[in-house]
């Protein structure tokens, strides 16, 4: 079992013919990720990388049996895009978009309250499940196959720890960005719920940073809830109080929303913390019990 997406995931592009679905589309394809087809309005019937082109998700589902969507949509329309997939009855939605207006946003979450899916995103690097699929823009080379669960906010780091692991002798069994705005899908604590519940993961990475109480959240669940050992990381040690820094959701609200809290958080709930991300993948190897 893998966590959200493997070989057997049908996966559809939203926003297919443009130049990012069409570069990552090409991409996703070359890895071996079972794309059936993608979605551009008012292109339905066309063949682009030799995948039917439909009008409309709906008309995916019905025609390709499309269960998973990939969205690079721009902005302005990218919530629209998220409910139509939604509303079609894909069941793992994975938003790449950047910059989608908070108030959409806000629209989004209420309107996937009572439906039966899953947000992954937006502002995300998708999610990837090594030698089976690739629903994103990550670098498909750095992951290898093995049993450590990785959820991060952060898209480089995402990276950065895998290619850790990797070295370190150990592997990934799924990777999920949840993506840095402040309004998202998927939490840190359900990712990390997925990872806990999958017989295929041993361990767990849990990259956060500035900003929010994701992190928070998730260590308190990892310690009333936790067996398996996480591995911790809170990027932004060292940003100024109240500046948003990269993403839009790293901005420190609070008290509990800085690096050095998070981390003081995540300690207590029993998570090993690393100090500096080059750390990542040798506490993770340690608590394997791995020697590389």
């Known amino acids: 079992m893998s966590v959200l997406v493997n070989k ?3 996966i559809i592009v939203q926003g297919f013919t443009g130049t990012e679905g069409t570069f990552h589309a090409g991409q ?3 890895y071996g ?7 551009t309005p008012g292109k339905g019937g066309q063949v682009h990388l030799d995948r039917p082109v439909f009008n409309t998700v709906t008309e995916a589902v019905e025609k390709a049996g499309a269960n998973t969507s990939m969205i690079f949509v721009p902005p302005a329309f990218a919530a629209d895009a998220i409910m139509e997939a939604a509303e079609a009855g894909i069941k793992v939605i994975i ?7 908070t108030r959409d946003m806000i629209i989004v979450k209420e309107y996937l309250s009572d439906k039966d899916c899953r947000l992954v995103g937006p502002n995300c690097p998708g999610v990837i499940t090594p030698d089976e699929a690739k629903c994103g823009i990550m670098p498909g080379f750095v992951f290898k196959k093995g049993r450590i669960g990785v959820v991060s906010k952060s ?23 949840i993506g840095g705005d402040p309004i998202i899908g998927t939490t840190t604590r359900e990712a ?43 990027a932004g040690q060292t940003a100024p109080a109240g500046r948003t820094m990269g993403h839009a959701g790293a901005i420190v609200g609070g008290a509990e929303d800085t690096a ?7 300690r207590e709930c029993g998570i090993t913390v690393a100090e500096s991300p080059a750390e990542i993948g040798k506490l993770m190897a340690d608590k394997m019990g791995v020697t590389a």
């Open 260 to 266: 050095e809290a998070k981390m003081a958080i995540m």
């Open 28 to 30: 996703m394809i070359e």
């Open 155 to 177: 898209g480089t780091l995402t990276y950065e720890a895998a290619d850790q692991v990797v070295k370190a002798g150990m592997g990934i069994s799924t990777a999920i960005g």
């Open 95 to 101: 938003c790449i978009t950047e910059g989608i207006p």
């Open 192 to 234: 990390v719920e997925l990872f806990m519940n999958d017989p295929e993961t041993d361990g767990i990475i849990m990259i956060g940073e500035i900003g929010g109480q994701l992190e928070a959240d998730a260590a308190k669940w990892i310690k009333a809830n936790g067996t398996k050992p996480v591995v911790g990381f809170i």
């Open 33 to 39: 990720t079972n794309v059936v087809g993608g979605v």
């Open 8 to 10: 057997d995931s049908k």
